[in-house]
């Protein structure tokens, strides 16, 4: 999930903080700002190279949620390219005998599922039922063999994130440009959300921080 939204704010980020970084790409563009490895996922392709003893690996990868209707294929496609990727990332690195200091993978907060409440979640509460909770359910298992073969693993469990550009603020401001005022909803319903900036600080410390292991909301 390199050249993603959070991708790309996150390389930047640990670039500045002395960090080197390298993607996982389908295709490897030259004149790339990061060094690329390739990897295919639909063919169980990755490039063993990408890896070394010590390093840490940040999975970001997954298909857009919100990018088309959810029908069962495309269901099954929002849980395979999470856990399927970090699978490929397994047999590539730990199952090769590369000894990773740490795996940090994204969640979500839809974990605890979609229902509308006034409890305030925390880490050690269950997963909810309907299917993003499966989604982020199964996302998170997906990491355990890591944590299994003794990487500290860290699950960062996300809200919506907001960005100037490329986020979901872009869809909501479209019909605006339009001369358009859209009502949400009734206006009361829950919004969680999380600025980029701050997300990417986030795994920052979950990176730099070795006392961290486990899901954080």
Same mark, same amino acid.
């Given at each position: ?32 700002? #990061? ?85 305030? #979640? ?8 309907? #299917? ?86």
């Amino acid at each position: 999930g390199g050249t993603g939204l959070v991708g790309m704010h996150l390389s930047d980020l640990l670039e500045k903080e002395k960090y080197d970084v390298i993607h996982l790409s389908r295709s490897i563009k030259p004149g790339s700002k #990061f060094k690329s490895y390739r990897w295919e996922p639909e063919s169980g392709y990755c490039d063993k190279d990408a890896f070394k003893d010590g390093d840490t690996v940040i999975h970001l990868a997954g298909a857009n949620i919100g990018e088309k209707r959810w029908n069962a294929r495309r269901k099954r496609v929002i849980i395979s390219s999470r856990t399927e990727t970090a699978r490929l990332i397994y047999d590539a690195s730990v199952a090769s005998g590369i000894r990773l200091d740490a795996f940090i993978t994204a969640s979500g907060k839809d974990f605890y599922g979609s229902d509308i409440s006034e409890k305030i #979640f925390g880490e050690t509460d269950p997963p909810g039922t309907d #299917f993003m909770a499966e989604t982020c359910r199964l996302w998170e298992a997906a990491a355990d063999p890591f944590e299994a073969a003794g990487v500290r693993v860290v699950k960062i469990r996300t809200a919506l994130v907001l960005a100037p550009v490329g986020s979901a603020i872009s869809k909501l401001r479209a019909p605006a440009r339009a001369g358009l005022i859209i009502r949400l909803g009734t206006g009361r319903q829950y919004f969680p959300w999380i600025h980029i900036d701050d997300l990417c600080n986030v795994y920052l410390k979950a990176v730099s921080d070795s006392t961290m292991s486990g899901p954080f909301n």
